[in-house]
């Protein structure tokens, strides 16, 4: 506005100079021509130029107005603006005053709610730990002694079985002596209840800075005091299943010594002791094609990163003897002798070292998967001159013969319910890792021990559910033949005679001497079965099957497959309950020799209801 004022008074002035030149030089020129100016001339033109300064000054004049007009419009913007500025700033500041105020406001009801909630899970919390508290020890799931904390294990059973034919057992089933046709025992089927599977057991903890010291204990009732032995439950009354100590290091190293499940048997997770992958059946030598043992062993193993580990044991060995037609000229053991704690009447062998067994085991990220090895030495003495018709035992000698085998298992966890697991051992001299126990060697017409090639192969689908566990179970064991001096000699000849093996025999006589009540004849062994009117009398028959005749067949291959499944009634704090059937069908097949090459078969039905220990 300023500047356009400023052009109009330019061009004013501009205007007014042109003006007043443009008649003075023609009133020169006018009075050049005539020579004559008149004063009423001159004096207009002055009054015209100072009418003309007199606007000129008007107008700067009212620049000047306008100027301080504006100057004073601006500055009351400026103040106008600044106010402005000022009030925003003040707003502002309210606004977030009051926002702070709605956020302590916010803070300070969060707070408050936090302390209610705190306040109401302390109250919770100290519920819960006076419950846990009053619960521990009411019923503690653990024991505290003396800085070591003692779980106690096992299950009360009450258990039958059914066979269709009868093999004079217990729940536990000889695989190795199925009953031919020819045998009684296979006309009459058997039935038994039992609760000696019963387990009792603890285990005891104790946590250092380094490592962790355990112990473990576990029994049954399954053993016998005629027949425990070393070859492979080692079941001596009581039955001590298990019963080791433990040292296991943070660096993943652990030491283990004791009774336990030899290395050879499956594990769940890596080689950890109390992690074996059992059949899930009820009878207690569990399926054919299984390879294990319960023995001494001092076992090392070590944890590489979180997928392997690798381990050896040294374990306690023992030797079947199988064949028929040796001569009597090698001396491999004895019959225990009951001052050392062996059973009278029972065979050891002298073992001339223990068993090395070698371990591998893989956990990738799917399935479980294991390697091993067995190297078993065997050793008798022979006698060279014992068959001359005056023995003599000038020139024995002492014989070693190493067998061993190697074998795999592998498990398998699909859709979280199914569990497939594979097994296999092969080697000479390993029946005795396997459920049927057969054979670990032979001996040749010259006394040599000659180890036997025997497979094991064991297969299992297992479903498990809340209140539900099914399983399927199909396994083989198999045993080579080894023939000597044209197969008079050996184990499994075609030369043996087994005409017999299908024809029955009458009962074998039996004398057993009945005890009259109160002499105490029970605990030496002697019967204590009463016959009425008969008591001190000797009773004969009725309990001794008679023996087959020209019936000796050895085992080629024993097959089983079992079917059954768990129904948990109820799994807690107190325990567990459950029931579960079994049934099982084995066929047991022998080499084939004169006469023939039958075979024997068993159906079994067997039931447990357990309860077992929280």
């Not at 052009?7 to 006018?30: E, F, G, I, M």
């Not at 009054?47 to 606007?55: E, I, N, S, V």
């Not at 003396?146 to 009450?158: D, E, R, S």
């Not at 009398?537 to 067949?553: A, F, M, R």
Request: aromatic share 10%; with cysteine.
């Amino acid at each position: 506005m300023r500047l356009v004022l400023r052009w109009c008074v330019v061009l004013l002035l501009a205007a007014s100079s042109l003006a007043q030149t443009a008649p003075a030089k023609k009133k020169t020129t006018t009075k050049t021509a005539t020579g004559t100016v008149s004063a009423a001339d001159v004096q207009a033109l002055k009054d015209a130029l100072a009418a003309q300064q007199q606007q000129i000054r008007e107008l700067k004049s009212e620049m000047q107005r306008r100027d301080a007009a504006l100057q004073q419009a601006q500055q009351q913007m400026q103040d106008a603006q600044s106010a402005a500025a000022a009030a925003q700033a003040k707003a502002d500041q309210a606004v977030q005053q009051a926002g702070q105020q709605q956020q302590a406001v916010s803070d300070l009801k969060s707070d408050v709610s936090d302390i209610k909630q705190n306040a109401t899970n302390a109250a919770l919390s100290l519920q819960e730990t006076q419950k846990n508290i009053q619960s521990s020890l009411e019923s503690p799931a653990t024991l505290h002694y003396k800085g070591i904390n003692i779980t106690p294990v096992g299950f009360l059973a009450a258990e039958t079985v059914w066979r269709s034919h009868a093999t004079g057992g217990d729940i536990n089933t000889q695989f190795n002596a199925i009953p031919f046709d020819g045998a009684a025992q296979s006309h009459l089927s058997e039935f038994f209840g039992s609760g000696r599977q019963s387990r009792i057991g603890f285990l005891a903890e104790g946590a250092l800075a380094n490592f962790t010291m355990r112990g473990y204990v576990e029994a049954d009732f399954l053993g016998t005091g005629v027949t425990s032995n070393n070859n492979q439950s080692n079941s001596y009354v009581l039955r001590q299943r298990q019963a080791w100590g433990q040292a296991a290091l943070n660096s993943g190293w652990t030491f283990t010594g004791g009774q336990m499940w030899s290395l050879v048997t499956e594990t769940k997770k890596g080689m950890d002791n109390r992690s074996e992958a059992l059949p899930m059946v009820i009878d207690p030598n569990y399926n054919v094609g299984f390879s294990w043992a319960r023995q001494y062993g001092f076992r090392v193993t070590k944890k590489l990163g979180d997928k392997v580990w690798v381990g050896g044991s040294v374990e306690d060995s023992q030797i079947i003897l199988g064949g028929h037609g040796a001569s009597n000229n090698f001396i491999i053991g004895q019959q225990g002798a009951s001052g050392g704690l062996y059973n009278g009447t029972t065979n050891y062998s002298y073992n001339a070292s223990p068993d090395f067994i070698g371990k591998i085991v893989f956990e990738p990220g799917f399935g479980h998967y294991e390697v091993f090895g067995i190297i078993s030495d065997f050793r008798n003495r022979i006698y060279p001159g014992a068959t001359l018709a005056k023995p003599s035992a000038n020139g024995a000698f002492n014989n070693n013969a190493v067998g061993g085998g190697a074998g795999a298992n592998a498990r398998w966890t699909i859709a979280k319910n199914y569990d497939i697991g594979i097994h296999f051992l092969g080697g000479s001299g390993t029946g005795r890792y396997g459920t049927s126990q057969l054979a670990d060697v032979v001996v040749s017409p010259g006394g040599l021990l000659t180890p036997v090639t025997n497979y094991q192969a064991l297969g299992t689908i297992e479903y498990h559910a809340k209140k539900l566990d099914v399983y399927l179970n199909y396994g083989a064991e198999y045993e080579d033949r080894v023939t000597f001096k044209g197969g008079k000699v050996g184990y499994g000849s075609p030369l043996f005679n087994n005409s017999g093996c299908d024809s029955e025999t009458v009962p074998a006589s039996t004398s057993t001497t009945v005890v009259t009540p109160g002499t105490g004849g029970g605990p030496t062994g002697t019967s204590s079965i009463p016959t009425p009117g008969s008591l001190g009398t000797p009773l004969t028959g009725g309990y001794n099957p008679g023996g087959l005749k020209n019936c000796n067949g050895d085992t080629r291959v024993i097959m089983e497959g079992s079917i059954g499944f768990w129904y948990r009634f109820y799994k807690g704090p107190k325990g567990t309950l459950q029931w579960g059937p079994q049934y099982s069908y084995i066929d047991r097949n022998i080499w084939a020799g004169t006469g023939g090459g039958p075979n024997a078969t068993e159906n079994m039905l067997f039931t447990s209801f357990r309860y077992y220990l929280p």
